[in-house]
């Protein structure tokens, strides 16, 4: 009894001293941007100012389009989810269920493509987007994350799980494959939807790779991009900065909190890929 | 199933144009075959995937022998890229540097989130706050991260010099050092990332039977050679899985370096990726860009199969 004590109080420490790790830098950025400038450089640091600086975030909102990066990376983020969860189901639903020739090969092909680098098809990707005069345009970003292997993966693994009795009653009252994917399935997997959507969600919002490759003008950058703009121009106005990366991870943190079950569920579903 | 389909398509009123001499049911029974269905509901992922994946795959592989700058016309070159790879000792640079990163990167994220995991995996007080605290990073960009880190680097007022002073710790220049900047970016990487892989550790974790550590409680066993006999062996799988996946992200680490020191200074932190985008992106090399993903395609092939391998020799489907 005494070791499980001693255990027990060893892994709070433990956890404790990580978890202020994690906490830490989010606290100071937070604080830090509700700092005078010469307060940053006050030695040791303290964690508020004399006062509150909102103006920090005024001045930041003035500056850089804030609000165009939100709207923008919300719409990209919005359609590129919607369309994965479409695609993804049809093509997780066909992979689980219809018997076709050649399915387990089309399959294969699929997956043995999850471990091609992004980088591998950036190339002939940027050499396509401008061919069709889509470079600087949201469609540079959005075309190519229309379908998934990874979420196709994911949502064929969950149509697994769902017993075959349901489908076939369906089918004897004269359901066709949509209406068993249409009215079974798609009702049945809202839970692995969701996790998939979260997952997809948080992968195109802090996306930073493809919008620096395609996107040049400030109207069309998304949160990331237009934050790494921002502190090109800034250097190291620290609390404006500051005020800048608290704007633009709020959203996604105020996501996860809500939805926290969901990411973590995301997460696991990812590692059975390994087992 | 087309016995079924007779039977109930009859009885069904048509709609729609009949063709003039075919069976009126024709249209119906299509409509029931799974491979109507299947080309229809594939049709989307065939072409995003033909269009997006497949053929740039195959692309980028023949951009590979030639040199192209976008402007004039395409020239073939052979192996030449590949051979000039071997050659350019920037390239060779940025390779070890991928290497560094990852061999550091790799094996100690693996360790301290497995710790992390097992302390979390008890009947614990506080566990969802300690899972989402250690979660906050994975869900930030990586951009806020990199802001905020350089913020925490800063050798004048920077929290990181500030903790290691209290210690009697005089803390280098980090990320203006051609020795600790890339110290300095692994750290900020493995902080991101262990939330990540602590979660997968968990869910290991949750398959390992009770019964183990209870036989080793009437054996007398004390808390660490469970851990050492019973949790990591049985976690093999597991760290398996977590280990082949942070290479193959950290062979393509990009953002991390882009953002916290432009792989400098002197390409001390420069890696494939950064090299590769400069290459393609600033240079318009598209070929030579190419052969270098074509590099990079091969380290993450060599430890997917890798993977294959031993899992069939672990035999887990």
Redesign the interface.
Same mark, same amino acid.
Request: no cysteine.
């Given at each position: 009894m005494k070791q499980i004590r001693v255990f027990k109080v060893t892994a709070h420490l433990v956890l404790l001293a990580g978890a202020l790790t994690m906490i830490l830098p989010f606290i100071w950025t937070v604080s830090t941007s509700l700092k005078q400038l010469k307060e940053v450089f006050v030695f040791p640091p303290t964690l508020f100012g004399e006062r509150i600086q909102w103006e920090n975030y005024l001045q930041i909102s003035e500056r850089f389009p804030f609000d165009i990066y939100f709207l923008n990376s919300l719409k990209i983020t919005i359609i590129v989810v919607i369309a994965q969860l479409i695609t993804s189901s049809m093509a997780g639903f066909v992979f689980a269920r219809l018997r076709f020739r050649y399915r387990e090969l089309l399959f294969g092909l699929y997956l043995a493509t999850m471990m091609v680098p992004a980088q591998v098809v950036m190339i002939p990707n940027f050499i396509i987007m401008r061919h069709y005069n889509l470079i600087d345009t949201h469609y540079s970003l959005i075309l190519p994350a229309l379908v998934s292997a990874f979420g196709t993966f994911l949502l064929r693994q969950f149509f697994l799980t769902i017993p075959a009795s349901l489908e076939d009653a369906a089918k004897i009252d004269g359901c066709t494959p949509f209406g068993v994917y249409w009215r079974i399935f798609v009702p049945l997997s809202k839970p692995a939807m969701a996790t998939l959507g979260v997952f997809v969600f948080m992968g195109i919002w802090n996306d930073f790779l493809a919008p620096l490759v395609y996107i040049n003008s400030q109207m069309k950058m998304t949160l990331p991009l237009g934050l790494a703009s921002m502190q090109g121009m800034y250097g190291t106005d620290w609390p404006v900065l500051m005020a800048g990366t608290v704007i633009s991870i709020i959203p996604l943190i105020t996501i996860f909190l809500l939805a926290q079950d969901f990411f973590i569920k995301g997460v696991t579903l990812s590692g059975l890929k390994g087992e | 199933m087309n016995a079924?389909n007779r039977l109930?398509a009859p009885s069904?009123p048509m709609r729609g144009p009949t063709p003039v001499s075919g069976k009126p049911s024709k249209l119906k029974k299509l409509?029931?075959?799974?491979?109507?269905?299947?080309?229809?509901?594939?049709l989307?992922?065939i072409l995003?995937?033909l269009?997006?994946?497949?053929?740039?795959?195959f692309?980028?592989f023949a951009?590979s022998f030639t040199a192209w700058d976008?402007l004039s016309p395409m020239q073939w070159v052979g192996l030449s890229n590949y051979t000039q790879l071997a050659n350019d000792e920037t390239f060779i640079k940025v390779f070890w540097n991928t290497i560094y990163f990852a061999g550091v990167s790799v094996p100690a994220g693996i360790v301290i989130s497995l710790?992390?995991a097992?302390?979390?995996d008890?009947n614990?007080?506080?566990k969802?706050?300690?899972?989402?605290?250690?979660?906050?990073?994975v869900? !930030? !960009?990586?951009?806020?991260v990199a802001?905020?880190?350089q913020?925490?680097y800063n050798p004048? /007022?920077g929290?990181m010099n500030?903790f290691l002073d209290k210690i009697g710790i005089r803390g280098p220049d980090w990320l203006t050092s051609t020795v600790w900047a890339m110290p300095a970016v692994i750290i900020t990487s493995v902080?991101k990332n262990?939330?990540?892989n602590m979660?997968?550790y968990?869910?290991?974790l949750q398959g390992i039977s009770e019964d183990y550590y209870e036989a080793a409680d009437i054996d007398g066993a004390?808390?660490h050679q469970k851990f050492l006999f019973i949790t990591v062996p049985l976690l093999s799988?597991?760290t398996?899985?977590v280990t082949?996946?942070s290479f193959?992200s950290s062979?393509?680490v990009?953002?991390t370096v882009?953002?916290m020191t432009q792989g400098g200074p002197a390409r001390s932190t420069s890696v494939i990726?950064h090299y590769? /985008?400069e290459n393609?992106?600033k240079y318009f090399s598209?070929g030579y860009?190419?052969a270098m993903? /074509?590099i990079?395609?091969f380290m993450?092939?060599v430890i997917?199969l890798i993977?294959f391998w031993r899992?069939q020799k672990w035999g887990?489907h």
């Open positions: - | 079924e109930t069904v409509l029931h075959k799974d491979g109507t269905w299947a080309f229809l509901l594939l989307p992922n995003g995937f269009a997006f994946t497949l053929i740039p795959v692309a980028s951009l976008m710790f992390l097992v302390a979390l008890q614990i007080r506080f969802k706050f300690y899972r989402a605290a250690f979660f906050l990073p869900v !930030s !960009s990586m951009v806020a802001v905020v880190w913020f925490i004048e /007022y929290m500030f902080w262990l939330g990540f979660l997968i968990l869910a290991g004390r808390w799988p597991t398996f899985f082949v996946m193959i062979f393509q990009f953002d882009f953002l990726v590769l /985008y393609a992106f598209m860009a190419s993903a /074509y990079l395609f993450v092939l997917t993977q899992q887990i």
